[in-house]
Nanobody
């Protein structure tokens, strides 16, 4: 079955860096766009970043543009999120996500269990 398993979350000081990874299985990874969402208590899940099937096109939320970098390794079925210059507002549960149906849609229709990222001030 489809699995997206996140790792790499943790506690970091403001201004620091963290790299999240997501191991995908159960589907042909290179055929689908993937990315990251995040959610804080009481708020809706929000878009963070997305990468195309080939990895040539990337998209970011304005709030993370210039600080976060998404990448993928189709040979290893892994998508990563390099997060630099972290701010307390980046504190959230981060979800690895994929778009399976109608791949042209900008949102995601499947996501993993999430990993907590906490940025202290």
């Amino acid at each position: 079955q489809v699995q997206l398993v996140e790792s790499g979350g943790g506690l970091v000081q403001a201004g620091g860096s963290l790299t999240l990874s997501c191991a995908a299985s159960g589907f042909t990874f290179s055929n689908y766009p993937v990315g990251w969402l995040r959610q804080t208590p009481g708020k809706e899940r929000e878009f963070v970043a997305r990468i195309s099937e080939s990895g040539r096109r990337t998209y970011y939320a304005d709030s993370v543009k210039g600080r976060f970098t998404i990448s993928r390794d189709n040979a290893k079925n892994v998508v990563s999120l390099q997060m630099n210059s972290l701010k307390p507002d980046d504190t959230a549960v981060y979800y690895c996500a994929a778009r399976f149906e109608d791949r042209s849609r900008p949102d995601f229709d499947y996501w993993g269990q999430g990993t907590q990222v906490t940025v202290s001030s």
